[in-house]
């Protein structure tokens, strides 16, 4: 994929000087992120240290009443919204000056402008020396008319430039880039892929910039960051916690609820300062500046979070199921290690509620700050489900707003078509709670959905997908078995694609 490929930084440019929390994410308007890429997924998105101060100009309420829905089309930049009956969320950005999707994140000189983005083709180079820059597409693509160039090393605070495409690249068969490192081969082209020469850098500033971020005001704890850009475009990119000092993001934790939580995090994994493996290091990515927060994703995974102690000497050891080694290499230049403070409870992060709103067969659901203000619309909800709904090719290959499954899929089937799911777990062992829906790959293409039924005697035989292949696999005595309803794609909500 030809995709908007950028670290993120706290001294990340702007045409007039100002500083944004976060180039490649949006909180206000649409899904957690905006439904566009996040440079900092990782976990290491930038913000302003600051206390008060910040990463944006404050301001008050200036746009507040004007962009009521958490974005704000511009005179070029153009809001892509998936809209099912009356819901909206908003999903990305369109150029209509280029007809091009976009996203916002830095470009190769550090200014922050709508870069676009596609679901066709990717870059590589067709030499040895990642000299001759290529982009290959599948033979039924549409061709975009620039592309983003192949990975190289680069600035955390800068992207990458685009190329123009040109003509195509005969006798292309080997590729290679700079993703590990030096310039090695990285797959070849395929028999139904065609390449295209890659020719000249494109003129960054053909591309929409961002010229400020605003801080509006919202309640006593929380403030909006709202990126402006220099057609009018507004977006809600996150918010900034006033009590904290710092941006933060909704985050939510098992059943807690929904909080507004410090979106620079570093994380308790594997490193230790010590030889017995019992002092953690918080580990923390490069790029990221320094870290609002720690939380446990160790092993454990207790999903706590901590606050960020001293710094400290790189790790001198690596704990490896029970084994404390020490460690000897330097795995990423320009990462941090910070020792662990007192617990931050839950309690202490800017609470949300969460509202499933309109009255509509899908409605929206939307958090909530404590004076009620919008903070982020989540999801579709599935009003006849009862249930969250994201945007997926369902089984008959159209757009759907697909129930939420935390992950659970259908891989047991009672058929050789794969058509009547089953669902497998420990005997003995309780459902997990709120399983209800689970999807899996239809065979035929898209996502097959299920509904979960009441257990049933151990099958004679069951089937597996491998691919789009329907084979048959083993029955296991020690697990129980529960019949799976499948839901036809046809009573699942459509979702159309909108440019406002």
Same mark, same amino acid.
């Given at each position: 994929m030809v995709l908007v490929a950028a670290c993120s930084s706290s001294d990340t440019k702007k045409t007039a000087g100002h500083v944004t929390p976060d180039a490649g994410a949006s909180a206000g308007g649409g899904t957690p992120n %905006?439904? $566009?890429?996040?440079? &900092?997924?990782?976990? %290491? @998105?930038?913000?302003?240290?600051?206390?008060? %101060?910040? #990463?944006?100009? @404050? +301001?008050?309420g200036e746009g507040a009443t004007s962009m009521t829905d958490g974005w704000l089309?511009?005179?070029?930049l153009r809001a892509v919204l998936d809209v099912a009956g009356d819901a909206k969320l908003f999903k990305l950005w369109h150029d209509r000056d280029l007809d091009v999707d976009c996203a916002f #994140?830095?470009?190769?000189?550090?200014?922050?402008? *709508?870069?676009?983005?596609?679901?066709?083709?990717?870059?590589?180079?067709s030499d040895v020396k990642c000299t001759k820059p290529v982009a290959v597409f599948e033979a039924n693509d549409a061709i975009v008319p620039f592309a983003i160039e192949p990975f190289h090393p680069h600035d955390c605070d800068h992207g990458f430039a685009y =190329?123009?495409?040109?003509?195509? @690249?005969?006798?292309?068969?080997?590729?290679?880039?700079?993703?590990?490192?030096?310039?090695? #081969? &990285?797959?070849s082209v395929g028999a139904t !892929?065609?390449?295209? !020469? =890659?020719?000249? $850098?494109?003129?960054?500033?053909?591309?929409?910039?961002?010229?400020?971020?605003?801080?509006?005001?919202?309640?006593?704890?929380?403030s909006a960051?709202?990126? +402006?850009?220099?057609?009018?475009?507004?977006?809600?990119?996150?918010?900034?916690? =006033?009590?904290?000092?710092?941006? *933060?993001?909704?985050?939510?934790?098992?059943?807690?609820?929904?909080? *507004?939580?410090? !979106?620079n995090l570093a994380f308790i994994e594997v490193f230790f300062s010590d030889d017995k493996c019992k002092v953690p290091a918080a580990y923390h990515p490069a790029c990221g500046g320094d870290p609002a927060i720690l939380i446990d994703s160790s092993p454990q995974n207790t999903g706590q979070y901590f606050e960020v102690g001293a710094p400290v000497a790189m790790p001198l050891f690596l704990k490896y199921s029970t084994t404390c080694q020490p460690n000897t290499a330097i795995r990423e230049p320009g990462a941090g290690y910070y020792a662990v403070g007192k617990e931050a409870p839950w309690s202490g992060f800017a609470q949300l509620s969460s509202k499933n709103e309109g009255t509509a067969s899908v409605a929206i659901n939307v958090l909530r700050g404590a004076s009620?203000? =919008? +903070?982020?619309?989540?999801?579709?909800?599935?009003?006849s489900r009862s249930v969250n709904c994201s945007v997926g090719q369902a089984a008959d290959l159209q757009p759907r707003c697909l129930p939420r499954t935390d992950g659970a899929s259908v891989n047991v089937f009672a058929d050789a078509k794969c058509s009547s799911g089953l669902y497998e777990i420990k005997a003995g062992d309780p459902l997990p709670g709120g399983l209800d829906f689970l999807t899996a790959n239809a065979p035929g293409g898209g996502t097959a959905v299920f509904k979960?039924? @009441?257990k049933v005697g151990l099958p004679a035989q069951a089937w597996q997908m491998s691919g789009l292949n329907c084979q048959l696999r083993s029955v296991f005595a020690g697990m129980d078995y529960y019949s799976m309803t499948s839901i036809p794609p046809s009573a699942l909500p459509l979702v159309k694609r909108e440019v406002e």
């Open positions: %905006g439904g $566009v890429p996040d440079a &900092n997924a990782s976990g %290491g @998105a930038s913000q302003a240290t600051a206390g008060a %101060g910040g #990463a944006g100009e @404050a +301001v008050g089309s511009g005179t070029r #994140a830095p470009d190769a000189d550090g200014v922050e402008r *709508c870069l676009p983005i596609s679901d066709h083709g990717y870059s590589r180079y =190329l123009k495409v040109g003509a195509d @690249a005969a006798g292309v068969t080997n590729l290679y880039d700079f993703a590990n490192g030096d310039c090695a #081969a &990285n797959g !892929q065609i390449v295209k !020469q =890659l020719g000249a $850098v494109v003129p960054a500033s053909m591309f929409v910039a961002t010229t400020k971020t605003l801080r509006e005001a919202r309640d006593s704890r929380l960051n709202v990126r +402006v850009a220099e057609d009018g475009a507004r977006e809600v990119i996150n918010h900034f916690d =006033l009590v904290r000092g710092v941006d *933060c993001r909704p985050t939510t934790r098992d059943n807690v609820g929904y909080a *507004c939580v410090p !979106q009620d203000e =919008l +903070v982020a619309r989540q999801s579709f909800f599935d009003s979960i039924g @009441a």
